[in-house]
Structures are given as C-alpha cells and as structure tokens.
C-alpha cells in the first residue's frame, strides 16, 4: 500500500475513516460523523487529554468528522485543513449550520445582546466562520455564537486583497505551537491564515505549504532580490517577505509574530544549521 501521510489520514490499527478501505489496514471502518465547532478556537489534541500536545486548530464553524467518541472526547479529522487528531465534544455540535459569513478582522467578539454593554460569549478570529441570522443596528446575528459587528465580517466569497497585510496584522501576536488564531500562533499557522483571507487554501504545516507553492508559485530560491509577497521556506519553518529587507515570521526566538531584517533572521536561522531551502512567488 502507497505511504499516507499520517497528519491527514484518519486511521488506526483498530479504526479507520470507511474512505480509506483497500489504503490502509484497520480492525474495523466507520463513516465519519460531521460535527461543527462551536467554540471560538478549538483544540485538535495528540490524545484525549487536555494536557496532551496540541497540532492544529478548528476555528468557529468549522467542520469536524468524528469517528469515535470517547470519555468527553471525539477522535476524528478536520475538513478544513485534514488534520487529524482529538477535539473536546463540549466544542462540538452534531447540528451543522451553513456558514455563510467570515470574519475578516484580526479578532471581534460575539456579544451575547446586540450592544457593545452587554457580555462577550467568544471572541472569534480571523477566518472563523458563521451563519447570519438578524440584522440589528450595527450588528449582524452569528447563529449559535452571538452578535458581531457587521463591518467585522463578510460573505465566504470576499477576498483579501494583500495576504501580506492580513500577516502584517498579526505584528506581536505570541506564538502557540499549533495555532492559528489571533491570541497565539506558529509559523505555518500566520501562512496558512494569511493565504486563506485571500482566498487561498493551502495545508497546515510549513512541509505542505511548501510543496503546495511549488506546484504553482514561481520558484526565486536563486533570485538574490527579495520582493514583498515572497514565501521563505527552512527545514520547519516559513515566514513572508514584507519588502526587500524585512521578514515576517511567527518564531520561538521571540515568541511572537515579529518583523526583523531578513540579513539577520537568515543568518540566525543558518547558524542551527537550517539554510534557507525554498523561495516561492505568486506567478
């Protein structure tokens, strides 16, 4: 059998996605279940445990195939970036809703009344989607979730038109290994929420997103003039050019989403060893 990638492919030795009979061998396969995240930013867990490391994130609204529950815990596959892993039930919801509205602002609460007084139930980040129910002075119902400012939120169809602004407004944000939100994330996290307010799907980690851009961005490893827009890539890591000099990157070193020269991230970076392996440009 062909190798899978274990990060988006839903099965174990005693349990598999009913998809993937004839692929991989497993005890037993069932349909997955689709639930909806209904929290602002959802774990996806290594084991069922709340301590356990986490991989990646559901954002509000997204989808989740679950294939087994277990103890308060759901184990299964995220249908927004494939990820696999374990998610916390309480977040999830059997009752899909069609999301038809994003957020498109770096973070924005949900309030629990149409008003800016009354008490926040999530604060949703970039991307999180919803559905749009009542309309109430500046507000606009996000079904399930509360009430968000309209201007906070556009139908799915509404592209950024700069994914390096959208990277840019996440200056300071700290880093969280395996996010993707607003209030903490990783490297491929800024990428992949950047790419998508454009309107461009890309995977979760720095390894897919740098072999999705070679398959359709210009390669300028070689081109020894940076521009604003280019994708860099070292072994795990990966972070955008905001000009010719400057490099925006989520990192460990600093612990947040920093703007540095990128003489002196390449160099610091080259110094553990890692060279820079990729370059990649939007054609």
């Known amino acids: 059998m062909s190798q899978l990638d274990p990060r988006l492919t839903a099965a174990r030795p005693d349990l598999a996605s009913a998809e993937l009979k004839g692929q991989v061998e497993a005890e037993r396969f069932v349909e997955p279940v689709d639930h ?6 959802v774990p996806i867990r290594k084991a069922p445990d709340p301590t356990a490391a986490m991989d990646d994130q559901l954002l509000a609204g997204d989808v989740f195939a679950v294939l087994e529950q277990r103890e308060g815990w759901a184990w299964g596959q995220s249908r927004a970036d494939g990820y696999v892993g374990w998610v916390e039930m309480a977040c999830l919801s059997p009752d899909l809703r069609p999301v038809d509205r994003k957020v498109t602002v770096l973070r924005t609460y949900a309030f629990s009344e149409p008003s800016i007084k009354s008490v926040p139930n999530h604060l949703l ?4 989607g919803f559905t749009a129910g009542r309309r109430e002075g500046r507000f606009v119902e996000a079904v399930g979730l509360g009430w968000v400012i309209e201007a ?7 592209m950024a038109g700069d994914f390096v602004a959208v990277a840019e407004a996440f200056l300071g944000a700290p880093y969280l290994w395996g996010g993707k939100e607003s209030l903490g994330l990783d490297c491929s996290g800024l990428v992949q929420m950047s790419l998508q307010a454009s309107g461009q799907a890309i995977g979760r980690d720095a390894d897919q997103q740098e072999a999705a851009l070679k398959a359709v961005w210009r390669d300028v490893t070689d081109d020894p003039e940076r521009e604003r827009g280019d994708v860099v890539f070292w072994p795990g890591h990966v972070g955008i050019m ?4 400057h490099f925006l ?3 460990a070193s600093t612990m947040d989403v920093t703007l540095e020269p990128f ?5 610091r970076i080259r ?3 890692n060279p820079v392996r990729a370059i990649y440009r939007q054609p």
């Open 249 to 251: 990157h989520a990192n």
């Open 263 to 267: 003489a002196e991230a390449e160099a």
């Open 36 to 41: 909806q995240a209904i929290c602002a930013a």
């Open 152 to 158: 906070h939120a556009a139908p799915l169809e509404a």
């Open 125 to 128: 980040s970039l991307n999180a």
């Open 242 to 245: 905001t000009d010719s000099e």
């Open 271 to 273: 110094a553990a060893e």
